[in-house]
């Protein structure tokens, strides 16, 4: 089977740095991806790595260490409208993404 | 907007009632895929097609059925409905079968009273 674990909650301030931690146990992995969920709302894509290393991608940055089955989404200069959930996610066997349970960012002025 | 469009945005029934929901992707795209967000959870997948044929399956309960028709827009079938069905229902599209950039519609709200 998969799954995924994230914190249930972060909290940051204005301006400051935050990362996200998502570890993963899947059989057959293909990459893992972030997603941005405002409110209820549509969830957006945020980025996705297939091989180790950071992706940046203007404020936002994604990891991956596949051997530790382990990433972690950057969020930098934080802003008030960051203020959202974020998921992991992974492709693993039969190509299914599928999303952990997604960590609450709350960001105070 | 994500170019996903789902109706209706809200659905209020009752127990043992059957719902439709529909999806239609965006242009160009063939997968469609049904996720269910209940309370503070996380996606739920539920079902993926890729040009009308059914591609992979999640959880989903032997109530709940889906299609994806030949002009690619997807219908998620709920019957005898439970208070327990209550949640958001996403439909996302992406261009290929095995893509990793879904793109979300905005969902619909069911509310099982």
């Known amino acids: 089977g998969q799954s995924l674990e994230q914190p249930s909650e972060v909290t940051a301030v204005e301006g400051a740095i935050v990362q996200i931690n998502c570890t993963y146990q899947?059989?057959?992995?293909?990459?893992l991806s972030w997603y941005q969920q405002h409110d209820g709302g549509a969830p957006t894509f945020l980025s996705y790595?297939?091989?180790?290393g950071l992706e940046e991608t203007g404020r936002f940055s994604s990891f991956l260490s596949r051997s530790d089955s382990y990433g972690y989404l950057l969020l930098q200069e934080l802003q008030m409208k960051d203020s959202a959930s974020y998921f992991c996610a992974v492709k693993g066997q039969g190509g299914k993404l599928i999303f952990g349970q997604g960590t609450e960012l709350s960001v105070k002025p | 907007d994500s170019g996903v469009t789902q109706t209706p945005k809200h659905l209020i029934t009752a127990t043992g009632q059957r719902v439709t929901l529909r999806c239609s992707p965006r242009?160009?795209?063939?997968?469609v895929y049904w996720y269910q967000q209940s309370l503070d959870q996380g996606l739920q997948f539920l079902i993926q097609y890729y040009n009308g044929e059914e591609r992979a399956k999640g959880n989903i309960l032997e109530r709940f059925s889906a299609q994806q028709f030949p002009d690619l827009h997807s219908e998620l079938n709920l019957s005898s409905l439970e208070l327990g069905d209550s949640a958001l229902y996403f439909c996302a599209s992406s261009g290929g079968d095995r893509d990793e950039k879904l793109f979300f519609g905005s969902g619909t709200q069911l509310s099982v009273l």
């Open positions: 899947t059989s057959g992995f293909y990459g």
């Open positions: 790595n297939a091989l180790d």
């Open positions: 242009s160009g795209d063939l997968s």
